[in-house]
């Protein structure tokens, strides 16, 4: 079995906030008190930490606290038990945890959190087979089954939340209140009106259009959108290459046509350099080949930016239609609802919204109205997604750069009515027409 934890980012940070945990964090405690193991840390005042915080864990059921630390450390310097040296090793350890979990600190928390679980978890089952092989021989099948169901459980928590209506009321209130302050708008008021400001933590929300109708042009609106107000935004594209999404977004904030800045470079780096300091959040951008990226690897590269103290706040993929399912169904449309379905459970489990596309069936082409069943491929995206807008834009409309836009099911909003905006493709840009815009009362999505 391994030695010590093998973590993905700086030891040295990693391992405050691992220390932090096992002595302050009763809930770190009360999911890994029972697997943790003081022999898994390098150094000794490492170690001696660990071993009175779960002795005291044992002890009281709670987290012992620096206070408690330092009363232990006291005495068993008065005592003998631990030399000087060492004491002042374990003295500079403790004082770089901080009394009181500092919000910045969150997403090294949780990052931390759930790469302690990774690893006890397959130490758990590396053991459990040590025994399996023998219960094989002798038959203990119920055993087995045991054995291997705790090992991968370990570090699993309940998912479920339950508040109570008026006992918790303030607790519930605040998480709405922490909820609406991370509203991200599309700068498009209308629509922002339907969403009540705009995409929330844990939504999904999709642009729905025909081939070559702008939903990836949409895609980058809005992440430029989530980007000036402060995000920080993961990019994903699947089927454009990198080097025109990132001239697109270059277009859209320098007003430059991603056309031409190749050749105007110079003058994109001074704008860029100077509209940046505007920008509060920034775009990252990764290039994947269609069906090259699965929602688990999306998971994956979240947890790698926590990891380097980066954590995305806003996530769009471009596009859903064209990620690798998880695993190969009997039909299209169940593979294309899995992939959904399984797209919003990053948006839930990581707390941002994402922004996505899908495909409009054959006989959008030919439609001045869409609705949810012109979805492609499978209805269930439709019954997923928390929020779906229609592109849609005549002969006469592509001539003078306009669309319309329909809200077609909006989960926290008002649905229905129509959008009509301005579109530049050559600096993905989308202006409102008419901001006195209504929806219809007769549409409600819930």
């Not at 933590?201 to 980058?220: C, F, Q, R």
């Not at 979240?302 to 039909?331: H, M, N, T």
């Amino acid at each position: 079995m391994s030695n010590e934890f093998p973590l993905a980012i700086p030891s040295d940070l990693l391992r405050i906030h691992l220390i932090a945990g096992i002595v302050t964090d009763p809930r770190f405690l009360q999911v890994y008190h029972t697997h943790l193991d003081s022999k898994y840390f390098a150094s000794r005042e490492e170690q001696w930490l660990v071993d009175v915080a779960l002795e005291h864990y044992a002890a009281y059921t709670a987290a012992p606290g620096h206070s408690v630390i330092r009363m232990e450390l006291d005495r068993q310097q008065t005592t003998g038990e631990i030399d000087a040296p060492l004491a002042e090793n374990i003295e500079r350890l403790l004082t770089a945890i901080p009394t009181i979990p500092r919000p910045e600190d969150k997403h090294l928390r949780d990052y931390t959190f759930k790469q302690t679980g990774d690893f006890l978890r397959k130490e758990a089952i590396i053991l459990a087979a040590q025994y399996v092989l023998d219960d094989v021989k002798k038959g203990r099948a119920d055993r087995i089954v045991r054995l291997m169901e705790d090992a991968v459980s370990v570090g699993k928590t309940d998912d479920r939340q339950m508040y109570r209506l008026f006992a918790d009321a303030e607790k519930w209130l605040m998480e709405l209140e922490d909820t609406e302050k991370t509203v991200t708008p599309t700068a498009i008021p209308a629509l922002d009106n339907v969403l009540n400001g705009g995409a929330r933590p844990g939504e999904l929300m999709l642009w729905m259009a025909p081939t070559n109708y702008g939903k990836s042009h949409g895609l980058i609106w809005v992440g430029k959108v989530a980007a000036l107000v402060g995000r920080r935004v993961l990019h994903l594209t699947l089927e454009m290459p990198l080097r025109q999404v990132m001239a697109r977004y270059a277009a859209g904030v320098t007003n430059i046509e991603s056309n031409r800045v190749w050749d105007r470079w110079g003058e994109v780096l001074n704008k860029l350099a100077r509209e940046g300091e505007m920008y509060a959040g920034d775009v990252i951008v990764e290039q994947f080949a269609p069906r090259g990226l699965s929602v688990s690897f999306i998971r994956q590269m979240l947890d790698e930016y926590s990891g380097r103290g980066e954590p995305i706040d806003f996530l769009v993929v471009d596009y859903g239609d064209i990620l690798r399912p998880a695993q190969r169904l009997e039909k299209t449309y169940l593979e294309q609802g899995r992939i959904f379905e399984d797209l919003r459970g990053v948006g839930v489990d990581y707390n941002i919204p994402i922004w996505s596309a899908v495909q409009s069936g054959r006989q959008g082409h030919s439609k001045d109205e869409m609705d949810a069943s012109d979805v492609g491929e499978s209805y269930d995206k439709a019954k997923i997604a928390d929020f779906i807008c229609t592109m849609v834009q005549n002969a006469e409309q592509r001539v003078n750069g306009e669309m319309t836009l329909s809200p077609i099911k909006a989960r926290t909003g008002k649905a229905g009515g129509k959008v009509y905006v301005n579109v530049d493709w050559r600096t993905s840009t989308i202006q409102e027409i008419d901001p006195a815009f209504e929806p219809d009362d007769d549409y409600f999505r819930n």
